[in-house]
């Protein structure tokens, strides 16, 4: 079972579909919300069982962002046409054996960083 949880416990999730896709997003977006950039991975919608208040914000006409409303944790991103939702590996309870296996949107990421893990990168 992978779990995981916002800052101030609020909002939960836990699934028992093994996490898929594990991605850092640079966009422009991620990095202004986060501060920086964002770790992720994905299940099927179905798969995952969310806990507590969350709110959705629509980022764009093609997804949405779930984030706490007491801490601001940012938890989810989830395109409208798909079926898989994703959620924020910084956010879990537990080591999962998960690696990263590609780097997206590289294009806008920040000036102040390298990216030299050897990771595939678009």
Request: aromatic share 10%.
């Amino acid at each position: 079972m992978t779990r995981g949880r916002c800052l101030c416990g609020a909002v939960s999730f836990e699934t028992a579909a093994v996490p898929q896709g594990a991605s850092v997003c640079h966009c422009g977006q991620c990095r202004r919300q986060s501060g920086h950039l964002w770790a992720s991975a994905y299940v099927p919608k179905a798969d995952l069982t969310i806990s507590g208040a969350l709110r959705w914000f629509d980022s764009s006409d093609k997804a949405q962002r779930g984030f706490c409303p007491v801490c601001g944790s940012f938890l989810f991103w989830q395109a409208h046409d798909e079926d898989t939702i994703s959620f924020a590996l910084g956010a879990l309870d537990a080591r999962t054996g998960l690696r990263l296996t590609k780097h997206i949107f590289t294009a806008d990421k920040g000036d102040y960083y390298d990216i030299t893990d050897g990771v595939p990168q678009s």
